[in-house]
Each structure stands twice: as C-alpha cells, then as structure tokens.
C-alpha cells in the first residue's frame, strides 16, 4: 500500500470544477505516476487546462473556480483547509503556454523563485546547474545579467523551465508549452522533456497530436470535461477501446 | 476601371466619392489640431504680452534735488549715496524716524552701494508707474507711448521693464508695484502640494493596490468603486466646503497646533491646506494607479504564483516595479490638478495679503493662484501685468515639475527594460 502511494504523484478522487454556472470538469478519478510525463489532449474547451489548473490550487486565482474532490499529493489532499496553496505552488511547478518570464535580468529570473522559498545554498551555482538541465547555459553564460525579455520565444520558455525547476518541485505542470514556438525551439523543448522526467514527474497539455505521442508515456483524453480514456500513449493511439478516443485520434472531430 | 479583371462587376469602388470623405475627415481633424494650437499660443503670447513693456517711471522726488553729483543713480558711488540721504533727510524728505529705523537695521555707514541706492529709490525718490503698455504696443506704437509721455509726463522716465524680476520672485507682498513679490505664495504652494502628495500617494496606492489586487468583485466593492469614480469629478470647491468643515473647525486643535502647543493661530493654515487638497487628488491617484495596475498582464503574476510566491511578494517584486512608471505620471496629474486649484484654498482661507512667509505646517498661508487672483482684483492697471508674471512663474514650476517627472518615469521605464 505504502508503495502504493510513493508510486503515484497525484492521486485525483472525484474531482469537479465549475467556473460559475459552467461544469468543466465533471467527476473526474485518476492517478499520474512518479517520473513520467503524462499528456492531456482533447479538443479545445474539454477542461483539460482547467484540470491542469486544479494540479497546483491555479484554478484559486480566477474568481468564481470552484473545485470538489480529492487530489492527493503525499497522502494529503491539496485542497484540504489547511494547506496553503502557495506552498502547494512551490512543490508542484507550472509553465505557461506563452512564455512570461520576468521583465528582470536571466540571472533573476532562476533566482528570485529560489530566494523567496528562503533558498540558502550556492545561489550562482543553482542558478548554473538549472539553466544547464534546460540546456540553456551555453546560449546565455555571457549574458546571465542581461534582460531576459531580450531572449527569442524558445530561449524564454526554457528560462521559464530553469526557474520553474530551480525552486526544486516534485512535479512540472506544462500548459501547452510549445504552441507559441516555432518547429525547431519545440524539438529543443521536446527534447529536454525526456531528460527532466528522470527527475520530475511532467504533466503536458497539448493540441499537438504527434507531441503527445513522441514524449509521454501515459495518454488521457478528456471530452466536454470527462475523462474519456486513459492509459498508456501507445495504446491510446494505436488501440484506442472508446470509440470517441479512436474518433478524435483519427482526426475525425476536434 | 483601373484593372480589366473579368468577373468583378458586382463591385462598384467609387474611388472618388471614398477619397473626398477620407479628405473631408482629414481636414477636420487638422482643424481640430490647429484650434488647440492656436488656443496654447494665443495664452502664452497674452503672458508674454502683458509680462514685458514700456512703462512710465515718475519719480515723487527729483534725484537732483537730494544729489548734485550726477545726474544718474548708477553714476553715484557710497558716499555720494550716503550723501544724498541725508539731504533728504535735511529736507524732510524721508522722517528723522524712519532714518533712526534703517540706520538701527543696518548703519548706512556700513550698507554697500547698491543697498544704498535701493533705498534712495523707494524710500525718497518713491517712483510710481504712472502708464504702462504690453510688448506688441512698446514694439509697434512707440511713437504714441513717446507722445504721451512728452505731452503728460515730460519730466519721468520711460523705461523698458520686464515684470518678472528678481525681486518680484524673491520678495514678499508689498503695496507697492514695484517691489511687491510672489515669493510667500511661491513657498506656500510648494508646501502645501509637498503635503498633499506625502499624504496622498501612500493612502491613493494603498488604495488601489487593494482594490485591483485584493478586493473580489462584490456588491460593496462595485460601489466602493463607482464612489471614487464620482469623487474624481466632484467639483473642487466642495472640497473646499469639506476641508473647511472637517480640518479648519473641526479638527481645529490639529490643524492650527493647538494639540501641539502652539498658540493663538486657527484652522486656516498650511497644515488645513495640505490636508484639502490631498483629500482632491486622492481619488486622481486611486484611478490612476488602478489604470497603471490593470495594464500589468495577468502573465506576470500567474508566472510569480507559479514559483510559489505569495500575494504580497507577487505585488512587491513585480507588480509595483511594472506599474511604477504609470503610476508617477498619475501622481503628477494630480499634483498639476493641485496646483491650480484656487476654490478649495479660497474657502479653506488662504490670505489675499500675507507679508509672512509660511514657515511650517502651522503658518497661515497663500498659493500662486490665489496671488493671480489676487492680483487680477486690484484697480490698477499695472497689477494686470504683475498677475500675468506670476502666472508664467506658476507655469515655469508646473513644467519644472512635469518635466522632472519625465526623467524620472524614462529612467524607471529603462530600468525596468534593462533590468
């Protein structure tokens, strides 16, 4: 049992999310394993980053969100009246679809995530070590006090990986992360995905059908916020059991 | 039509008619433009008009009548000036008394050149001006004003005068045109705007910071909200009304540093000012800052959150640096508000004549508007020109200001570009 529970990141009982009057995500159970990348797709509307959203208490910034159920991380449910979701923020990690780093230098931009969770280590060296895992080191290593904002699109969304993990999280939390990139930034995204999962456990949303299959290892498609099917990626694209899975894979809706 | 292209004759561009509206437009908007222009030029030369001129000088007292050493007061060195006093004073031009007064301020024996002649000037010659003309008259009519004073005045001086002098911008109120100044009402409006922002910038960003960044969108905060917007555009004098209810009467003890153990003054002071006219910019600054908050996007404060920072370190570290630049030119637009204002200080009590300058908080006061105003009010012609002196000093600070404010809003903007 006890293993049990060290193998599942997250574990979701019974979740429901309504923004207002609108149901979007609709009793939803399912559990992400440690140290895997788990994609979300969909199509657009079905609740899949309002899921996301949920993973790290997001969902608490925009008024009117309000969610039900049980998300479990280390035995204790997130959503718990005593858990602050600003610690739960800084165990599980998010990155947007655009990237939005600081309007600060590089070097702050890994920093300053580190510092207020009361980091007191080698600064510089967590800042080198982190920009090195997004294997952004060697564009950036002579300019670390130079404006981020001055980077291009794909250099930007790795920074904002390197300080997503410089505040070491357990889990990554990526929304579309590569939608506003071009082919080759995302390859280099994609890329570093497989390298970070040996540390992290990565949950993704995305539209892009073939991403999905190239870097996750569990697939869970979701349809006007229910969980349609979930298991692993190679099933779900190449033996599909719901026929709205196949559907969708196939490219007949969405 | 222009291209033969087949299979387009349900199109019909009218090229013509759609050039000559877009040109119509075009012009009016021009116009608009221009209007405006000619409105700021139009004030600036009446200033400039009226601030510069030909004016006729006649002494009460001819200086060959104390002095046989010259016939020009510049030509005459200590001596001659020490002198030609006390002729005067031999004469009964200037009382034994008033003698025995400058003497004890200061021993003539020891007073320089130039302190000397300044008091020949006002306390025995005593010019007065009996004309004065604007500078297109001085330029264009000259041989008018030449006339009149031949024919009216053939024994005073006609002189080229500027009205902004030195002694205009560093001397207190005087009845006297010539040596009246502004410097009161100078130190008085930079107190009471120092004042009013010291009070208002904190409590206005306080303001906005919570309701932008904390309040949710109830019922109550909807109508917090609408208030402010109505404050912003309740006319100034009734902030007058309530300074002069709230802070003269009814904070009295405060106001007038009774509760601090200052005695024999009221409610009517700098301190009473201030505290008005922060109460009139406060909501400027409220809606201004929220502006200047709203324009962050919600991106930046998503990616803090996502590092698992709090509320308050998201606001501190991110959204004030953003938004800092736009909230200094809000400030300043409420500091240009204030310094304008006449109503409210009027009915709040400021002096029409105040020979003491505010020293602190408790002093009574006046403000540069109040001084045009003021000014603008007496009979003579020749304070017209002393109103309109003081109003381009009024409008040198508000640009000083404004400009000042520039740099420092460039400077954040590349701070936080570069930073």
Redesign the interface.
Known sequence: MIADVETKALDLTGVNIHYGDFHAVKDLSMSYQTREITALIGPSGCGKSTLLRSL?R?ND?I?GTRTDGQVLFHGKNLYDPDVDP??V???I????Q?P??????IF?NVA??AR??GFKGDMEELVVTSLQRVALWDEVKEKLYK?A?ALSGGQQQRL?IA??I??KPEIVLMDEPTSALDPISTAKIEDLLDELKKSYTIIIVTHNMQQAGRVSDKAAFMLTGVLEEFGPTDQIFFNPKNPKTEAYISGRFG | MMFPVAGHEDFHPNMGSRKVRAATWNGIFLASTMVGVLALVTLVATLVDNCFGAVILQDAVALTDVSDAGKTLEGLDAPQLRQALQSAADQDLISPGRLAILERDGPLATRTAEDLRFLLIHEVLQPTVERAWGLTDTLFHSDEIARVKQEKFPDAELVFRSWITPDFLGRSQSRDVLLTGIRGAIIGSLIIILLAVCIALPVGVGAAIWLEEYA??TRLNRFIQTNIYNLAGVPSIIYGMLGLSLFVRGLEGLTSGAWFGIEGVNGRTVFSAGLTLALLILPIIIINTQEALKAI?Q????????????RW?TIW??VI??AGDRILTGTVFGVSRALGETAPLVVVGASAVLTLDPSGLFSKFTTLPMQVYTLSQQPQEEFKHLASAAIIVLMIILLGLNSVAIVLRGRMKKT????
């Open positions: 790290n997001m910034l008024a600003v610690q923020r800084r165990w990690g998010m990155v947007f655009k939005n780093p600081f309007p600060k230098t702050e300053w995530g207020i969770n404006p904002l904002c300080r997503t410089a505040v | 949710g969108n996007p991106s930046l404060r998503w990616s803090s959150y996502g590092v698992g920072a709090t370190q570290h991110h640096p953003a936080k570009e570069a930073a």
